[in-house]
Protein backbone atom coordinates (compact mmCIF):
# COMPACT_ATOMS: atom_id res chain seq x y z
CA UNK A 1 0.00 0.00 0.00
CA UNK A 2 1.20 3.35 -1.01
CA UNK A 3 1.99 5.40 2.34
CA UNK A 4 3.42 8.62 0.68
CA UNK A 5 4.73 10.21 -2.78
CA UNK A 6 6.79 13.30 -2.89
CA UNK A 7 8.53 15.02 -5.51
CA UNK A 8 10.72 17.89 -5.57
CA UNK A 9 13.32 19.97 -8.11
CA UNK A 10 15.98 22.54 -7.58
CA UNK A 11 18.09 24.62 -9.65
CA UNK A 12 21.50 23.17 -9.79
CA UNK A 13 23.24 26.14 -9.63
CA UNK A 14 21.97 26.92 -6.13
CA UNK A 15 23.30 23.71 -4.70
CA UNK A 16 26.73 24.48 -6.71
CA UNK A 17 26.54 27.41 -4.92
CA UNK A 18 25.93 26.40 -1.72
CA UNK A 19 28.55 23.42 -1.81
CA UNK A 20 31.29 26.39 -2.76
CA UNK A 21 30.98 29.08 -0.75
CA UNK A 22 29.35 27.22 2.42
CA UNK A 23 32.01 25.16 4.49
CA UNK A 24 30.18 21.93 5.83
CA UNK A 25 27.25 21.96 3.60
CA UNK A 26 28.25 19.28 1.81
CA UNK A 27 29.06 17.18 4.81
CA UNK A 28 25.74 17.89 6.62
CA UNK A 29 23.85 17.32 3.35
CA UNK A 30 25.47 14.25 1.28
CA UNK A 31 26.56 11.08 2.79
CA UNK A 32 30.79 10.26 2.74
CA UNK A 33 29.59 7.73 -0.20
CA UNK A 34 27.17 10.13 -2.47
CA UNK A 35 30.13 12.63 -1.66
CA UNK A 36 32.63 10.08 -3.36
CA UNK A 37 29.81 9.27 -6.28
CA UNK A 38 29.30 12.62 -7.38
CA UNK A 39 33.15 13.88 -6.80
CA UNK A 40 33.83 11.31 -9.88
CA UNK A 41 31.38 13.03 -12.41
CA UNK A 42 32.24 15.57 -15.09
CA UNK A 43 28.86 17.22 -14.47
CA UNK A 44 29.09 16.85 -10.19
CA UNK A 45 26.83 19.43 -9.08
CA UNK A 46 23.62 18.02 -11.58
CA UNK A 47 24.54 14.65 -9.25
CA UNK A 48 24.54 16.33 -6.25
CA UNK A 49 21.21 18.72 -7.03
CA UNK A 50 19.36 15.00 -8.08
CA UNK A 51 20.25 13.75 -4.38
CA UNK A 52 19.20 16.64 -2.98
CA UNK A 53 15.66 17.10 -4.78
CA UNK A 54 15.38 13.09 -3.21
CA UNK A 55 15.87 13.77 -0.19
CA UNK A 56 13.88 16.96 -0.01
CA UNK A 57 11.09 14.67 -1.93
CA UNK A 58 11.42 11.89 0.97
CA UNK A 59 10.51 13.95 3.51
CA UNK A 60 7.52 15.17 1.53
CA UNK A 61 6.75 11.51 1.13
CA UNK A 62 6.93 11.11 5.07
CA UNK A 63 4.12 13.94 5.29
CA UNK A 64 6.55 15.32 8.01
CA UNK A 65 9.15 17.65 6.51
CA UNK A 66 12.57 17.10 8.32
CA UNK A 67 12.10 16.01 11.72
CA UNK A 68 13.90 15.79 14.57
CA UNK A 69 15.93 12.63 15.02
CA UNK A 70 16.43 12.54 11.17
CA UNK A 71 19.41 13.85 8.81
CA UNK A 72 19.96 14.66 5.30
CA UNK A 73 23.22 12.49 5.29
CA UNK A 74 21.56 9.65 6.52
CA UNK A 75 19.08 9.25 3.16
CA UNK A 76 21.63 8.39 0.92
CA UNK A 77 20.93 7.27 -2.77
CA UNK A 78 22.95 4.39 -4.01
CA UNK A 79 23.10 2.50 -7.32
CA UNK A 80 22.19 -0.86 -7.57
CA UNK A 81 24.30 -3.26 -10.49
CA UNK A 82 22.36 -1.63 -13.22
CA UNK A 83 22.49 1.85 -12.11
CA UNK A 84 18.97 2.10 -10.94
CA UNK A 85 19.22 4.36 -7.76
CA UNK A 86 17.71 3.51 -4.62
CA UNK A 87 17.56 5.04 -1.14
CA UNK A 88 19.34 3.38 1.81
CA UNK A 89 18.63 4.91 5.27
CA UNK A 90 21.20 5.18 7.90
CA UNK A 91 22.24 5.89 11.81
CA UNK A 92 19.74 7.69 13.68
CA UNK A 93 17.31 8.29 10.44
CA UNK A 94 17.09 4.53 9.56
CA UNK A 95 16.04 3.67 13.65
CA UNK A 96 13.50 6.61 13.60
CA UNK A 97 9.85 5.58 14.44
CA UNK A 98 8.59 8.16 11.77
CA UNK A 99 10.64 5.52 9.33
CA UNK A 100 10.04 2.21 10.97
CA UNK A 101 6.53 1.26 9.28
CA UNK A 102 7.81 1.69 5.33
CA UNK A 103 8.88 -1.73 3.92
CA UNK A 104 9.62 -0.09 0.44
CA UNK A 105 11.15 3.02 -0.99
CA UNK A 106 11.18 3.59 -4.69
CA UNK A 107 13.15 7.11 -5.98
CA UNK A 108 13.35 8.44 -9.53
CA UNK A 109 15.88 10.80 -10.46
CA UNK A 110 16.71 13.31 -13.59
CA UNK A 111 18.92 16.18 -14.11
CA UNK A 112 19.76 18.57 -16.94
CA UNK A 113 22.76 21.38 -16.88
CA UNK A 114 19.97 23.81 -15.05
CA UNK A 115 17.79 21.63 -12.44
CA UNK A 116 17.39 18.60 -10.91
CA UNK A 117 14.22 16.26 -9.84
CA UNK A 118 13.83 13.20 -7.93
CA UNK A 119 10.14 11.60 -7.04
CA UNK A 120 9.68 8.84 -4.12
CA UNK A 121 7.16 6.72 -3.49
CA UNK A 122 7.22 5.29 -0.06
CA UNK A 123 5.02 1.87 0.97
CA UNK A 124 3.91 0.24 3.98
Not at 6 to 19: K, L, N
Not at 34 to 44: G, P
Amino acid sequence: MIAGVGVDMIEVDRVATRIEKEAGFRELVYSKGEIEYCETKTRKFEHYAARFAAKEAFFKALGTGWVAGTAFNEIEIVHNEQGKPKINLLGLTADSSVVQEISKISVSLSHLKTIATAIVILEK
